[in-house]
């Protein structure tokens, strides 16, 4: 019987939209609040998305290099399994399962919760457990909670029958959420009820850190923020032509959704001062209230709150063809390499990501997740690129014209921005920090243990 593979379906469009779907998400939508208290000033809080902006794109650059040279599915895995061995492409893989995907999609559903909440209060992911006792301990099972994981199952049983039809509904959400950012930047210029004055009210600071080193740490929020500029490289061994699907998509999509993360922390600022906005989660839903009034904050803030079931939906997709490709290689669990037979979806390694996702919905919480994910991915993504240097230098591999201009700048960039970041982070943020360290080093107990070849 022939086994069956993953189907080349993917155009430029659909993998756009994972890109644009993956970034445009719980980041915007829940962040510059934070920023607004750690940083104090307007300026400061619009220019540090102009920062990330720049960092990500030159990521961008050296990804598509190396989805070029090697279009597979799989992301980071395969870029770090052919620079760097096969253990550092199961660590990256290991950390993409728990960092990569599953927080994000759990902090996702927990955003979708909170805006939700705006219309029934009862589901806010800071309300009561259940009578249960479910909340008590480490687990925080309250309305809200369990709403997250009801979406999160949701999108990973559509994944499961097909891809085309996730591919659909995932062109649906998106174009759905860029139409409302776009008209509420229309709107929030033309009648919006805010204020130029705003971008000179300076705020109170909340940190007491040093600006530059409270800058670095909280650009682990504005990376979180533009994570999924990557995306596209997921699904490579599902794209009818990678070699120009994989370029074309990764900058498409990062230069779209950097130009609208710019202006839309404008709005932001334009309808709110900064003090009022320092710790706010569902930031896009008070500027919309101050812009529009309750009546068309409440339209934007429902809408603004499906589109982070489009960031749940591509991570959903993404995700899982991560662990297929680990586990094809024997350095995951072999039924992570399943097809199913019908719908040729890799349906048991999305198994596995809804239920790692459920499990850290119940346990986590929004700010934690988010600097989890932040040191973990940033890490993984400077080491990703260090090994494009690496991979330079192979026999026949394909150099871009774009990286070449002014080599070594793209890398450089990149990797000098992570590292300052993560020198930062760990030492003001030790106890997220730490836990992905313990992540990777569980993950590399567990490769040697399990899944090393003799």
Not at 48 to 69: D, K, R, T
Not at 199 to 219: D, E, N
């Amino acid at each position: 019987m022939t086994q069956p593979t993953l189907r080349r379906e993917l155009k430029f469009s659909h993998a756009t939209a994972i890109v644009v779907a993956n970034m445009i998400g719980t980041g915007i939508f829940t962040t510059t609040g934070f920023l607004a208290g750690d940083l104090g000033r307007p300026s400061l809080v619009i220019g540090i998305w102009v920062v990330g902006a720049v960092i990500a794109v030159a990521g961008c650059l050296c990804y598509s290099e190396m989805g070029v040279n090697l279009p597979e599915s799989g992301g980071e895995y395969i870029f770090l399994r052919e620079a760097w061995g096969p253990l550092w492409g199961f660590l990256s893989g290991w950390i993409s399962f728990f960092a990569g995907f599953s927080a994000p999609i759990a902090a996702a559903a927990l955003a979708f919760s909170e805006y939700f909440s705006h219309f029934f209060p009862a589901f806010s992911i800071a309300a009561p457990a259940s009578a249960a006792g479910s909340g008590q301990g480490i687990f925080h099972a309250g309305p809200g909670q369990w709403l997250a994981v009801g979406i999160v199952l949701a999108f990973s049983a559509i994944n499961v029958a097909g891809l085309r039809p996730a591919a659909r509904l995932q062109n649906l959400l998106t174009g759905l959420k860029l139409g409302v950012l776009l008209l509420f930047l229309i709107m929030a210029a033309a009648m919006g009820n805010g204020s130029a004055a705003h971008f000179s009210q300076a705020a109170s600071r909340t940190s007491s850190h040093s600006l530059p080193a409270q800058f670095a740490v909280s650009l682990v929020f504005v990376m979180f923020g533009y994570s999924g500029w990557n995306a596209a490289t997921y699904v490579s061994g599902e794209m009818k032509t990678p070699e120009s699907t994989i370029p074309a998509s990764l900058v498409a999509g990062t230069l779209t959704v950097a130009a609208l993360y710019v202006l839309l922390n404008v709005a932001f600022v334009y309808a709110m001062p900064l003090e009022s906005m320092k710790g706010v989660v569902a930031i896009g839903e008070a500027s919309a209230g101050a812009l529009f009034g309750g009546r068309g904050g409440n339209l934007f803030s429902a809408i603004m709150s499906v589109g982070l079931l489009s960031t749940v939906s591509a991570m959903v997709i993404a995700g899982p063809r991560v662990y297929f490709a680990m586990a094809v290689d024997g350095c995951f669990f072999r039924t992570a390499a399943r097809i199913h037979p019908r719908w040729g979806t890799p349906m048991y390694a999305i198994v596995f990501q809804a239920l790692a996702t459920t499990l850290m919905i119940l346990t986590g919480t929004f700010e934690s997740l988010v600097y989890y994910i932040g040191f973990a991915l940033i890490f993984f993504a400077a080491l990703a690129v260090a090994g494009m240097i690496r991979l330079r230098a192979r026999e026949g591999w394909r150099k871009l014209a774009v990286v070449n201009f002014g080599y070594p700048i793209a890398p450089a960039l990149f990797i000098g921005a992570s590292a300052w970041m993560l020198f930062y982070t760990s030492s003001m943020r030790p106890k997220e920090s730490g836990l992905g360290l313990l992540t990777m080093v569980l993950g590399a107990v567990l490769y040697f243990w399990r899944f090393r070849r003799p």
